[in-house]
């Protein structure tokens, strides 16, 4: 079970795929570019480097361990030759540093070739060393740790855009980091009631704006946003603004609550909308609006009648991420029997797709799948009572550009191009 | 406020046919679902502590559905009735415990009193060394219209140790963050040493508790709500134990 994939996420221009494990293992996949003697192998991710991340741990004061499992991998924007992604368990974050070697010096006149040292008697003139290609060689090193900042879980961690500061997510606090510094961080927002009998709400996820340095977002587990600007006060308690939709009436039931708690919460490109998950839905909001989302697009609706059912066998919980496309006018995201779910906000077509050895050989076409709830049940459909619960995909990442998409399903990772650029069927 | 016909719809669509058909049975059963439903979040909330810290977020779901159960019940008046029948004694008694088990996720805020409910702290303060589900189980069968639930979070002793074991479960979070070489002493000399029994004993009920009484609730009348009492009785007579330590300590 260390296999199972924890996390993915491109980097911001799609040549680097990294996912993260339960073991606290990193891959990182790179996109070979795309050659015209091989039409084929177009833009075909492969494994670029492989690292241990983070190792278990055990906290002996509350006699518990810490998972290695990585929460989340965030990339930084590329400054220099050299790769950075931000990776996290539950309660530490580390900064990575990947750098290619693909040359070495060769020619030292103290040392031989295998750096032994040269009987100097046998040394009759100098040579300048010279450098010499070698086989490629990607170097991964831990540059920063950014420990004991968090007392709760670690849900998310967003890069600023200022390049400069991220910010780390746990159930109750936001801590704002410097990424150069690690023996402090600033805390922003702390929802930790004085008496914790009195806990009702937790902080699921949040992210910073995409061009706003000062503006970011979290979402609680009763389904309300809260933008905050950092400007206001240090302490951003009191949010700018508070994005909560009113219950539906007719809807309401003792599961209410657990099915509108926000599992993710991602920041359109454009800053103009965010997206947000609760168990049965996905949701447009427009940062202008606070009283409801401007569109809202059912996952899996058939499964509200059987929330009980969910909520006995604890699927009820589960988080499901989201993602936009490139030009936002796509939205993703995942759900049981290893579907996901793509909703075209354009043209309102929504498609059902499977990922799966069975159903995915390379450079086939990925056939929709139907979920029938009674009534016509047509050749290929899947019956709701014959889906897969435990066939759960979670974590789903879109190229920055590019139709090309990053589906993990338990221990598999799949890599899904779009050649034309298509609508939805 | 809410009409018992929509309510019905929140649990899986059989039990739609079954209670329309059983007109004269509709009221009950529905009350029966609801009291399966907060069986099954009190036994999810005693099993938060296992080896990996607890997950939060889940944590604090579950202890508001059970708030919501509890208030629905006290608005309806069942919460009167059902301190006079044995499915309702069972739970409350469970509910006890989970309250001393599960402190960090438990959401019940003492303050709130319920009008016309009155608390009968002076009849535990004298039972330090009892058992305390025990007592609870006599106070109730004597006591019957009153409000159990608000009754258990004032009793005194008990309640000491519950803020003793909190207050460590505080400041051992609270110290965390500002985590240095030289408090790790202090640390552990405010550790209520029952914490750690607590865990051995979860440990080892967590593998005798079942989820399979919950079935029940898909097919309400069906008989397999009655075996659901016997086993949470088992789960009641380990929890005593738990619960002994913990006011001995």
Redesign the interface.
């Known amino acids: 079970t260390a296999d199972i994939i924890s996390t993915v996420e491109f980097n911001h221009t799609g040549e680097l795929l990294a996912t993260g494990d339960k073991g606290g293992r990193v891959v990182i996949f790179q996109r070979e570019p795309e050659s015209k003697n091989e039409p084929y192998n177009q833009g075909e991710y492969n494994v670029y480097s492989t690292f241990q991340s983070h190792e278990p741990e055990f906290d002996y004061l509350k006699s518990l361990e810490i998972e290695e499992k990585i929460n989340k991998i965030k990339w930084l924007p590329q400054q220099n030759a050299a790769h950075s992604l931000l990776s996290t368990n539950d309660k530490t974050i580390k900064l990575w540093k990947i750098t290619e070697r693909d040359k070495r010096p060769e020619g030292y006149n103290l040392k031989d070739e295998e750096g032994k040292l040269k009987d100097l008697s046998t040394v009759t003139s100098l040579q300048v060393p010279v450098l010499k290609p070698m086989d490629l060689m990607v170097e991964v090193t831990p540059r920063r740790i950014f420990a004991n900042g968090h007392t709760y879980h670690v849900n998310s961690i967003s890069v600023n855009s200022d390049c400069e500061t991220y910010m780390s997510a746990d159930d109750l606090r936001i801590n704002l980091w410097h990424l150069a510094i690690t023996d402090r961080s600033f805390n922003i927002v702390d929802i930790k009631p004085a008496n914790m009998e009195d806990l009702t709400e937790v902080i699921t996820a949040s992210e910073f704006h995409p061009h706003h340095c000062n503006l970011f977002v979290y979402s609680s587990s009763k389904g309300s946003l809260r933008l905050c600007d950092m400007r206001a006060s240090a302490l951003c308690d009191k949010h700018s603004k508070l994005y909560e939709e009113p219950e539906d009436p007719s809807n309401r039931s003792f599961f209410s609550e657990i099915i509108s708690s926000v599992s993710d919460v991602k920041f359109s490109h454009s800053g103009r909308y965010m997206l947000t998950r609760d168990y049965l839905t996905v949701k447009v909001w427009d940062l202008n609006m606070e009283t409801k989302p401007v569109e809202t697009y059912q996952v899996h609706d058939y499964l509200r009648s059987k929330l009980c059912s969910l909520y006995e066998n604890d699927c009820i919980f589960d988080k499901f991420e989201c993602a936009w496309n490139g030009s936002d006018s796509v939205i993703m995201t995942g759900a049981y029997n290893n579907f996901f779910r793509m909703f075209d906000r354009n043209t309102k077509r929504d498609v059902t797709l499977e990922a799966s050895r069975e159903s995915s050989k390379p450079r086939a076409i990925l056939k929709p799948r139907r979920v029938c709830v009674g009534g016509k049940r047509r050749k290929d459909d899947i019956s709701v009572d014959s889906l897969d619960f435990t066939k759960k995909i979670l974590h789903t990442a879109w190229h920055p550009t590019e139709n090309i998409i990053a589906i993990a399903a338990t221990n598999n990772l799949y890599i899904f191009q779009d050649k034309v650029n298509s609508e939805m069927h | 406020m809410?009409v018992r016909g929509?309510?019905r719809?929140?649990?899986?669509?059989e039990e739609d046919i079954e209670g329309t058909l059983a007109g004269i049975k509709a009221i009950p059963s529905y009350n029966l679902q609801?009291q399966s439903?907060l069986d099954?979040s009190l036994v999810?909330l005693q099993l938060c502590h296992m080896?990996?810290?607890p997950?939060?977020?889940?944590s604090?779901?579950i202890?508001?559905?059970v708030r919501?159960?509890q208030e629905e019940m006290t608005q309806d008046g069942t919460w009167q009735m059902i301190n006079t029948q044995s499915t309702g004694q069972a739970s409350l008694d469970r509910l006890v415990s989970t309250d001393i088990l599960c402190?960090?996720?438990?959401?019940?805020?003492?303050g709130k009193h319920v009008p016309g409910y009155s608390t009968f702290n002076k009849d535990f303060e004298g039972d330090q060394t009892q058992d305390s589900s025990e007592t609870m189980s006599t106070a109730s069968s004597v006591q019957a219209p009153r409000n159990l639930q608000s009754n258990v979070w004032e009793m005194e002793n008990p309640q000491e140790n519950k803020g003793n074991f909190?207050k460590s479960?505080?400041q051992?979070?609270?110290t965390?963050?500002n985590?240095s070489p030289n408090s790790?002493e202090d640390?552990?000399s405010e550790?209520d040493n029952s914490y750690?029994d607590l865990?051995t004993m979860l440990t080892g009920m967590m593998s005798n508790t079942k989820?399979g009484h919950?079935?029940g609730?898909?097919t309400f009348s069906s008989p397999s709500t009655t075996t659901s009492n016997s086993n949470c009785k088992s789960d009641l007579n380990e929890l005593d134990h738990i619960v002994e330590i913990l006011v001995e300590s």
């Open positions: 809410f929509l309510k719809k929140c649990f899986d669509g609801r439903l099954m999810k080896l990996v810290e997950n939060l977020c889940r604090v779901l202890a508001n559905t919501q159960i402190r960090s996720s438990r959401e019940q805020a003492e909190q479960l505080d051992i979070f609270e965390l963050e985590k790790v640390l552990f550790v750690y865990d989820m919950c079935e609730l898909e």
